[in-house]
Antibody, heavy 126, light 112 residues
C-alpha cells in the first residue's frame, strides 16, 4: 500500500527557504493517475492547499503562495519536494504531503485528497 | 482565509445524530463542484471521510453521510460514537482567481 513520509529541517530562520521532501513507498510516483502535492496546517488552525503536481511536470499552486513556492519531482528517487522562499512566522505549520485520488468521470479540480503523510511541523523562528 | 464556513463546534450524546454544515458561494459549492469531508483525530493527519459529496471510502462506517444543496453542503453522523470525537473539514474547488482547492474552517465534534 502506498505511503507518504515527509522529511526536512524542523526549524527555519525568517527570510530563508523552507525545504521539505516527501518519500513515496509501496508504489511509484510515475504510476498512472498519481497527482501529489502539499497541504499545510498552522498550529491550532485549519488546512491550506499549497500546490499539486503530476510527475510529467504539470504543477498548480495556490494563488496566495505561488510567488514563493516550487514543487518538483525526483522520479528516480520516488520522491518530490517543496521549496518555499522568504518564510515568515506565518509559515509555521504542519506540512503534509498528499495524493489526489482520480475519480472516474471527474476532472482534476474535483479530485479529493485520499492519502496523507503523517505531517512534519516546521517552525519559522530566529 | 478559508472560503468555506463551518460551525466551530457541535456536540451530541452517544447514539445521537449531529450535522455539520459547510457554507460556500457561487464560485465553489454553488458552481457545482464536489464536496469532500475529512476527519482529523487529535494529533493525527486528516483522513478522507466522504468524497464526491456522498461517497464513503472503503472502511468508513455508513454512519457518516454527505449531502449538498445550492451553495452549502452537510456532513451527518448518526449513532454518534466516542471515537467520532474529532475535527472535521469540508473541501471543494474554488474557481475564482486562478482556481484553488479550498477547505472549510473546521468543526470540532464533542461526544458528551
Amino acid at each position: 500500500q502506498l505511503q507518504l513520509q515527509e522529511s526536512g529541517p524542523r526549524l527555519v530562520k525568517p527570510s530563508e527557504t523552507l525545504s521539505l521532501t516527501c518519500t513515496i513507498s509501496g508504489g511509484f510516483i510515475n504510476a498512472a493517475s498519481h497527482y501529489c502535492g502539499w497541504i499545510r496546517q498552522p498550529p491550532g488552525k485549519g488546512l491550506e492547499w499549497i500546490g499539486t503536481f503530476y510527475y510529467t511536470g504539470n504543477t498548480y499552486y495556490s494563488p496566495s503562495l505561488e510567488s514563493r513556492v516550487t514543487i518538483s519531482v525526483a522520479t528516480s528517487k520516488n520522491e518530490f519536494s517543496l521549496k518555499m522562499t522568504s518564510v515568515t512566522a506565518a509559515d509555521t505549520a504542519v506540512y503534509y504531503c498528499v495524493r489526489l485520488a482520480k475519480r472516474p468521470g471527474k476532472a482534476l479540480r474535483e479530485w479529493d485528497f485520499d492519502l496523507w503523510g503523517r505531517g512534519t511541523l516546521v517552525t519559522v523562528s530566529s | 482565509q478559508s472560503v468555506l464556513t463551518q460551525p466551530p463546534s457541535v456536540s451530541g450524546a452517544p447514539g445521537q445524530r449531529v450535522t455539520i454544515s459547510c457554507t460556500g458561494s457561487r464560485s465553489n459549492i454553488g458552481a457545482g463542484y464536489d464536496v469532500h469531508w475529512y476527519q482529523q483525530l487529535a494529533g493525527s493527519a486528516p483522513k478522507l471521510l466522504i468524497y464526491g459529496t456522498n461517497n464513503r471510502p472503503s472502511g468508513v462506517p455508513d454512519r457518516f453521510s454527505g449531502s449538498k444543496s445550492g451553495t452549502s453542503a452537510s456532513l451527518g453522523i448518526t449513532g454518534l460514537q466516542p471515537e467520532d470525537e474529532a475535527d472535521y473539514y469540508c473541501q471543494s474547488f474554488d474557481s475564482s482567481l486562478s482556481g484553488s482547492y479550498v477547505f472549510g474552517t473546521g468543526t470540532t465534534v464533542t461526544v458528551l
